[in-house]
């Protein structure tokens, strides 16, 4: 059976729109039944889909013609590919051998920038070129091949892009909007119109084949259910599109719901795996909307919290913190992931190349909210969201600012669960770790997630390494992660994830935010040890930490703090106390209890790995990190300050011993007296009493 012949069975020639094709197919006149089909698709009007080509009149960005011109001299994601495009060879094979270079590729993301620069200049050449990779990429992979491979479905090894997860990133992401880019134009021939309409075919009777489900991650389930619903929807004139569409609306339905707590985060608890998800159900909405289909109650509310919650976390720079698997995402930049590949540009909106601005866009669009609109203009309409904190304790993200101008200051907590299995893989051990921005600039950072498992030394040691509690802005254990099972007999299988914070209390006020919350990520050590962490914000620009390691047993106690790419000074007269500089702020790392009390500097070590944060993927730079070290037995404390210089001071008020501390605490206009027990604590100073809260 030819191809055309394919396609032709594939059809529901009873629709009526298809009269034509029909009547055509009954003459055994296939090549007219095609130019009809191809003449149906080019100016069919519904179903509605996200956009139209009105929508591509106002876009224009010189930058999206150089890449283009790059693609199409198959100069791809940092590699010159050569002139017969290989679908199949893996560029960065030499290097780290990264099978997400391989991926990237097949989810061909690279041709938003053939699509934007058609419609943008008007050139055949890039929809020529659109059609060549097109039908290049059917020919080496052929979607009959791998339909029915039970395995497929499994995550590795990657055997070819029919993984349930990269068919349907290139179908909601590429093959569909890309449809109304390059509809009209003369260079998609018969033999291309012929590819594509079967290829989109392949991928949904793909997705119905194969579906992730939980099995591996849950933001893999939300792009295959909205891909599968949006094949459903959008190309009623398959024979099968109802089947399609029936089991796509269902597992949507369930999903959206499913993967999101009540505050409307998703899952896997890092905000760029949120961003995927909660756009592939965002797209799912609008076009269940634009086509009256019913969407359940929890629908939209649940899409709202979860731009909510992405709103909350934004920092005063219009960047989101990069905790979890993340790289930088900002609101300002042309795009907002700005990652070689495998980045999280993956929707596209035929008005605007970043991802996270365009969503705040839509939202603000489908709600009328001005908070959302603020951002997504960059602060230059709407009304800045009015409030100022934000203690998600299902999802363990606690956020405070002092406004949400560029230069205010912010900080987050987390206390975010890790569960066990797969399901939880773009979660770190990470509990207590904490940020600072002042005034736009960041202090204290996520280190971001760098590369993922499936590379080869070293690449892989740093992979372990940005995944490590070693990474981030808390205390380790015995040179252990959080989580980790390492004693015989305790579990059947080690290095088990099992982490979950406990938070004892949340408390904001005009002069001071609290966060007080422990976890258990050391409690599978042969003897255990229990970490509880308050920080306290004495605004606008002291931070009391207060580390607790309580158990039993002698250990080694690192305390890291990662601080941005700056400059890193010792403090005159204080061996422990460092300065940090970056643009024009300064800020004092001061510990206060020096007694068995050591430390260390590094930025960009190698051996150990130690002092890097990568903003993109597959990118890394130094920045530095002091770590405070203790060995003993518990109970063992950490009581370190941070000062923004000019902010006030912090000083020790009387003795101190691991289970009491008093200081006292001056800010502008205010000196307060803090004292923390092992169990509870009180703040007292002009008309402040605040007192911790009973937990157990």
């Known amino acids: 059976m030819s191809d055309l012949d394919a396609l032709l069975s594939r059809l529901d020639l009873d629709r009526p729109e298809l009269a034509a094709v029909r009547r055509a197919v009954e003459k055994r006149n296939n090549d007219g039944a095609l130019e009809h089909l191809v003449r149906h698709f080019r100016q069919r009007q519904t179903p509605a889909y996200l956009f139209d080509e009105t929508a591509f009149a106002d876009f224009l960005d010189p930058e999206v013609v150089a890449e283009a011109d790059r693609v199409c001299e198959h100069r791809i994601y940092g590699y010159d590919l050569g002139p017969d495009l290989d679908w199949a060879r893996n560029a960065n094979e030499a290097e780290a051998n990264d099978i997400e270079w391989m991926c990237s590729l097949w989810r061909q993301n690279f041709w938003h920038s053939l699509a934007r620069a058609y419609r943008m200049t008007g050139n055949e050449k890039y929809a020529l070129e659109f059609a060549a990779q097109l039908k290049g990429f059917l020919a080496r992979w052929p979607a009959e091949k791998y339909r029915d491979e039970e395995t497929m479905a499994t995550a590795w090894p990657v055997k070819s892009p029919w993984r349930p997860i990269d068919t349907a990133i290139r179908t909601y992401t590429v093959w569909l909007p890309l449809l109304y880019y390059f509809r009209a134009s003369p260079s998609l021939d018969r033999e291309v119109w012929v590819a594509y309409l079967n290829g989109l075919h392949d991928h949904a009777e793909f997705l119905c084949r194969h579906y992730t489900d939980h099995r591996v991650c849950p933001n893999w389930a939300a792009m295959e259910s909205s891909a599968l619903f949006q094949l459903g929807v959008m190309l009623p004139e ?10 796509g609306y269902r597992r949507v339905v369930h999903e959206v719901r499913y993967q999101f707590d009540n505050d409307g985060v998703h899952l896997e608890r890092t905000p760029v795996y949120h961003l ?15 086509n009256g289909l019913p969407v359940p109650p929890y629908m939209r509310p649940t899409l709202e919290r979860g731009a909510e919650f992405l709103m909350h976390l934004v920092k005063p720079d219009l960047s989101l913190p990069m905790v979890g698997d993340a790289d930088r995402n900002s609101l300002v930049a042309r795009k907002a992931d700005t990652s070689l590949y495998e980045g999280m540009n993956l929707t596209l909106d035929p008005r605007d190349t970043n991802e996270l601005r365009a969503f705040f866009r839509t939202m603000a669009e489908l709600t009328n909210r001005a908070d959302f609109r603020h951002l997504a203009s ?41 569960g066990r299995g797969v399901s939880w893989c773009h979660s770190d051990a990470d509990a207590g770790h904490f940020e600072i921005n002042v005034g736009g600039t960041d202090v204290l950072i996520d280190s971001g997630r760098y590369l993922y498992g499936s590379v ?32 015989k007999g305790f579990m059947t299988t080690q290095n088990v994830r099992a982490l979950r914070p406990f938070c004892h209390d949340v408390r904001t006020t005009d002069g001071v935010d609290i966060v007080d919350i422990s976890h258990n990520g050391y409690a599978c050590l042969p003897n255990p040890v229990f970490h509880r962490r308050r920080v306290m914000w004495f605004k606008p620009g002291i931070w009391i930490v207060d580390d607790l390691l309580t158990g039993t047993g002698a250990h080694r106690f690192d305390l890291h703090f990662h601080f941005a790419p700056g400059e ?3 403090e005159a007269g204080d061996v422990h106390a460092r300065v940090f500089r970056a643009q024009r702020v300064a800020v004092r790392l001061q510990p206060l209890l020096l007694n068995g009390l050591s430390s260390g500097v590094a930025a960009g070590q190698e051996s150990p790995i130690q002092g890097w944060v990568s903003y993109g993927y597959g990118e890394k730079v130094p920045a530095p990190v002091v770590t405070y070290t203790q060995h003993g037995a518990a109970p063992v404390r950490f009581l370190t300050a941070l000062t923004v210089d000019g902010s006030g001071s912090v000083a020790l008020s009387g003795p101190a011993s691991p289970s009491e501390v008093s200081l006292t605490v001056k800010t502008t206009g205010r000196t307060r007296d803090l004292r923390l027990a092992l169990d509870n604590w009180t703040i007292d100073g002009g008309p402040e009493h605040l007192s911790s809260r009973r937990t157990d």
Do not use: C
């Open 568 to 570: 890193l000074t010792d």
């Open 456 to 487: 080869r030394n070293p690449w892989l040691e740093y992979h372990r390494y940005f995944k490590s509690t070693r990474a981030h802005n808390t205390v380790e254990v015995d040179g252990e992660s959080m989580g980790k099972t390492t004693g």
């Open 238 to 247: 398959f024979r099968n599109a109802h089947e399609w569409l029936d089991l």
């Open 276 to 290: 995927v998800a909660i756009n592939a159900f965002l797209q799912a909405y609008r076009v269940a909307v634009a």
């Open 378 to 418: 960059g602060r230059n309409e709407g009304t800045a969201p009015r409030a100022k904190h934000a203690a998600l304790r299902d999802s363990g993200f606690y956020v405070f600012r002092t406004g949400w101008a560029p230069g205010d200051s912010y900080f987050i907590v987390t206390g975010t669960h890790v």
